[in-house]
């Protein structure tokens, strides 16, 4: 039910932004709570990397003197790998194009991660 | 000079305790809330890494880094195992299948053994005697493999060091580590 519902959540996040080609949803500790990822990708390793980075960021922001975390954002020649809070217990994981407009794009990934917070 | 060395290991086996037993500094932990099984064993896991430094007699650094004990954390374990001396495989000996484990990571950590030293350090014997020392020598040998195996508390400093002083002493058998604590201590 509740997986559902995220995964219904993550369909509306893709379908706004045709530049958003994976998203998950995954608690700290890397397990995958819900997923929209095309083939070849695999979801276990997606969720391990995402609570992996997410918590070296929220370290290195914390220790370096940059606040309480609030994104990472990775860069790569083909997209952007975006990670944020879904709350405390959850990281929502967002892959896009490298076309992609950034502004909307985590527009709409701090509401998708509000959604979700507020579901689990 | 400044040496690193891997603590690596399952689940559970003491990783994150035994190096913020040792550190010189506060370690940074990266644990987050289980959901696994590994909640039944303990509240909290460690998802990319632990950090901790001693420092040895003479101004040397000892940079440690600890691995997540799930597999599907292996990723990190290729990444901290990059450029290190030696590792340290810590085992619950309380684990139903703690030689098991032992065997996965030796057989994860294959390529970074050969090339470099390793020590296994056998945690929470206290709660469970057997395999015995002599039990993980043996698949050691089968595996082609000298390495000292020590019993060990991981939240005990002296026991951390031991470990830490053995693997440099494999690495360089005439190598004058003095007491690895020496700086702690004062």
């Known amino acids: ?120 | 000079m400044h040496h690193k060395i891997l603590f690596s290991g399952p689940v559970g086996a003491g990783k994150t305790t035994a190096i913020a037993a040792i550190s010189d500094v506060t370690p940074v932990v990266t644990e987050a809330r289980a959901r696994d099984r590994t909640r039944l064993m303990k509240p909290h896991t460690t998802v990319a890494m632990d950090y901790g430094v001693m420092e040895l007699e003479g101004g040397d650094k000892v940079h440690l880094y600890g691995t997540p004990g799930q597999p599907r954390f292996d990723f990190m374990w290729e990444i901290l195992a990059e450029g290190g001396l030696g590792i340290i495989l810590l085992i619950d000996n309380s684990a139903a299948d703690a030689m098991y484990r032992l065997r996965h990571f030796l057989d994860a950590f294959d390529e970074v053994i050969r090339r470099t030293s390793l020590v296994v350090g056998i945690t929470k014997m206290d709660l469970a005697p057997t395999p015995t020392l002599a039990d993980y020598s043996e698949r050691l040998e089968q595996a082609g493999i000298r390495a000292p195996v020590l019993e060990v508390d991981a939240r005990s400093a002296d026991d951390v060091a031991l470990l830490i002083e053995a693997l440099l002493y494999t690495i360089d058998p005439g190598l004058d580590a003095g007491d690895p604590r020496a700086e702690t201590a004062q």
């Open chain 1, 1 to 120: 039910m509740r997986a559902e519902q995220l995964n219904a959540i993550l369909r509306k996040l893709s379908a706004t932004s045709g530049e958003v080609e994976a998203a998950a949803i995954i608690s700290t500790d890397g397990l995958v709570m819900a997923s929209y990822v095309p083939e070849g990708i695999d979801d276990d390793r997606l969720g391990a990397m995402s609570a992996a980075m997410l918590s070296l960021g929220e370290r290195a922001a914390l220790e370096l003197g940059r606040g309480e975390l609030e994104q990472v954002l990775v860069k790569g020649k083909k997209g952007f790998i975006i990670l944020v809070h879904a709350g405390p217990d959850a990281v929502l994981t967002v892959l896009t194009s490298q076309t992609a407009r950034l502004g909307l794009i985590f527009l709409d990934v701090k509401r998708t991660a509000a959604e979700v917070a507020r579901l689990i």
